[in-house]
């Protein structure tokens, strides 16, 4: 046993949990901690913004499956921490936020920086703390990350007084024992709840499978290559749910909802059972909940109790870790073809083909979703891509092809604008190999833009497409859809991106053509460090197909099929 000061145990628990990296901004009642930072070998990125720190360890979370750790100090440093918290929350991504408070003696006496940060993020932390003596830090710690990894992940935040840091005590971490049941992931599947779901199965002449993001976090990719390769049961993702299952597979129909494929809604409504993996039924992906699949029977399955029959009512809910789930039913369902069915959906597809922005003729301008379309050809299909929230974010879960899990790092659940940028250097620090291309709005980019200046002192190697359109391009698709094209407060004007990115010191091209985004994507590759990519796209296009809020899910507006499309459904002021 040795003592330590508050301080110096933070940085001992965070080498015990194996931490290697973490992004902060340090401050007043956090500087002892930063102070003891200097005595480990602990790998500390400075972001420009708090709000960067929190999305960067979620990012470092989503690409690698670990806890990711942010740290700030009190009042403004913890609230700027709260956006990227809340994301954090609503993806279910496993974080550990480090704050610093004011001294014990002063909380409630408005001191200077002094917030109540733990009562601000109770609504957006799977559990929070407030520690106010050195021999509580470990303790807390170490439950902190027990909290934020197991069961189904998410943010804890850990609110450490200054003097806590500052007065000595005793550390050993093995002593330490973490007594949460209530964290504990769910057993496996109760044996009646497995022939339930054997029988549902076996019966179903039209079933499907919504893979979500679980699929991904309980690691279950090869079973379910297993499972539908036994039941042929077609598969469709949600949007955090991309990449779980290899987009090159024949069974896989691609991404659902909102602005997911026509043919994956409408084999949605006309299924006879649901299987649902590690997904939440979120309004984007069902529509109507009154109107969501009423023909289907629905088995849920799910790491959180709380899931089940919360937006949409199932038939059999099993709760448990998916991987454990699917290994049962891989031995328990019978083979089948389900050779109508697949023809069935095939057939749908056929329409969709002729509406596809990428089969229509060539018209010289430049489309975002041929820039994400060549920059999944250039890159192989292999980056790991880390995308904003938009229009873009939609083109992107269409036109990117997602091989594997992690590829795909996106904010689903809260739809963070400025995500993009500080998420992939995240991502980048959990993965040093292998290429992260950010795609991001002009919107988007700008909020969280100075975490460039991040990018440039680390030596990143990212590239950074912005799709530029001059629009808070998927909200003028609301106005031009719903709101009679009144562009209300969603004409941008931009700084000159080449600019801004050179004045930090990075590299930077500008494409107007196709021809020239492809030159541009493939010099951008070539070159090492950051480089950010200046698309100017179509300004007016819209995203297809798309399920007004609301409306059925089979309910779409798809792209207009007149003479030429493109020009009618574009308009450009390049
Ligand atoms: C922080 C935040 N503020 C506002 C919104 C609402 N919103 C959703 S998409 C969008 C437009 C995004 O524009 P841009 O970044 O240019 O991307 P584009 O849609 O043009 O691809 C807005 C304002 C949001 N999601 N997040």
Redesign the pocket.
């Given at each position: 046993m040795s003592q330590k000061t508050g301080a110096q145990i933070i940085w001992e628990c965070l080498l015990k949990e194996q931490v290697e990296t973490v992004f902060g901004y340090p401050g007043g009642a956090i500087l002892p901690a930063y102070d003891a930072l200097t005595q480990y070998r602990i790998r500390h990125v400075l972001v420009r913004h708090e709000q960067g720190a929190a999305h960067m360890a979620d990012g470092y979370a989503r690409a690698s499956g670990k806890v990711g750790v942010a740290l700030a100090t009190s009042g403004p440093g913890a609230t700027n921490l709260v956006?990227g918290i809340a994301t954090a929350m609503m993806d279910s991504s496993p974080v550990v936020c480090i704050t610093g408070q004011v001294p014990g003696p002063v909380i409630g006496r408005d001191a200077f920086q002094e917030c109540d940060v733990t009562g601000i993020t109770l609504p957006i932390t799977k559990h929070n703390y407030l520690v106010t003596r050195a021999q509580h830090i470990a303790p807390t710690i170490k439950e902190a990350f027990h909290l934020a990894r197991s069961g189904r992940p998410g943010p804890v935040l850990v609110d450490i007084t200054k003097d806590a840091q500052q007065e000595s005590a005793d550390f050993d971490w093995d002593d330490i024992e973490v007594r949460l049941p209530g964290a504990r992931p769910a057993s496996g599947v109760l044996p009646d709840e497995l022939q339930q779901a054997v029988e549902l199965i076996n019966a179903a002449q039209k079933p499907l499978i919504l893979a979500g993001q679980g699929v991904i976090q309980s690691g279950s990719t090869e079973g379910l290559l297993q499972f539908v390769d036994k039941t042929s049961i077609p598969v469709s993702c949600t949007l955090l749910g991309l990449g779980g299952f290899p987009a090159s597979h024949p069974l896989n129909l691609g991404m659902m909802g909102m602005h997911g494929e026509s043919w994956v809604n409408h084999a949605i409504q006309q299924a006879d059972l649901l299987l649902a993996f590690g997904m939440r039924f979120d309004d984007r992906v069902t529509g109507n909940p009154a109107t969501y699949a009423t023909a289907a029977k629905k088995i849920h399955v799910d790491i959180d109790r709380a899931e089940i029959n919360k937006n949409v009512q199932v038939d059999l809910g099993i709760v448990g870790d998916l991987r454990d789930t699917l290994l049962q039913l891989n031995e328990a369902v019978d083979e089948c073809s389900h050779r109508q069915w697949n023809a069935d959906i095939e057939e749908m597809k056929g329409d969709s083909a002729v509406r596809d922005i990428q089969t229509l003729p060539d018209n010289g301008r430049l489309y975002?979703a041929h820039v994400i379309n060549d920059i999944w050809n250039l890159t192989d299909g292999k980056a790991m891509v880390v995308t904003?929230?938009?229009?873009?974010?939609m083109w992107e879960a269409q036109y990117y092809k997602h091989e594997f899990p992690r590829q795909l790092i996106t904010s689903g659940g809260l739809?963070?604008?400025?995500f993009a940028l500080p998420a992939a250097i995240g991502a980048r620090m959990a993965c040093p190999e292998g290429e992260i291309w950010v795609v991001?709005?002009?919107?988007?980019?700008q909020?969280t833009a100075c975490e460039l200046s991040t990018c440039a002192q680390e030596e990143l190697d990212i590239n950074v497409a912005i799709?530029n359109?001059g629009?808070?391009?998927?909200?003028r698709q609301w106005q031009e859809f719903f709101y009679e094209k009144r562009y209300s407060a969603t004409p941008?004007r931009n700084p000159d991106f080449c600019l801004l990115a050179q004045a930090h010191g990075l590299q930077t091209l500008q494409a107007r053509t196709r021809s020239q985004a492809r030159e541009s994507i493939a010099k951008a590759r070539r070159t090492q460090g950051t480089v950010v990519v200046d698309f100017r796209v179509e300004q007016e296009d819209s995203v297809y197909p798309m399920v007004p809020a609301g409306n059925c899910l089979h309910d779409m507006i798809r792209r207009p099929l007149e003479e030429n499309p493109l020009v009618e459904t574009a308009q450009s002021r390049w």
């Open positions: 956006t975002a904003d929230v938009g229009q873009h974010q739809g963070t604008m400025g991001c709005g002009d919107g988007g980019f909020m799709i359109n629009y808070l391009g998927m909200v941008l």
